[in-house]
């Protein structure tokens, strides 16, 4: 029987465990839009009568290749706008912060002052 409390080498720790899960849920909806803009170029070439079977299946992979190309730049231009606004709204925080910080120690030190004087005064 082994102790559960000694952490084991072979245990990933959590970071480790929730990157490995972001990757698999990147790699699902990479898979789903690849799908999806499959779906979407045969769906297109099916409404035209004119190409072979050969020329469909060329024109399915391009159509689906500059959808997944279209999507891969939405997806990094929106990932790249959510990192810019992670870190405004990071420095907003750490702003507003310190001066909370700074308030409660100016409420603190004038308490003191006014404990002080009215202990002076008696």
Known sequence: MTD?????????????????????????????ETDRARADAEAFVDALDWPTTAQR???????????????????TRIAGRALQLRREYQQRYDCLKRRVLATALAVLAALVLLNVLVLAAC
């Open 4 to 32: 559960r409390s000694t952490p084991d080498s072979r245990t990933p720790d959590s970071r480790t465990v929730r990157a490995g899960i972001a990757d698999i849920e990147g790699y699902l909806l990479w898979q789903a």
């Open 57 to 75: 299946q060329e024109l399915v992979r391009l159509l689906a290749l500059r959808q997944l190309a279209l999507s891969q730049r939405a997806v």
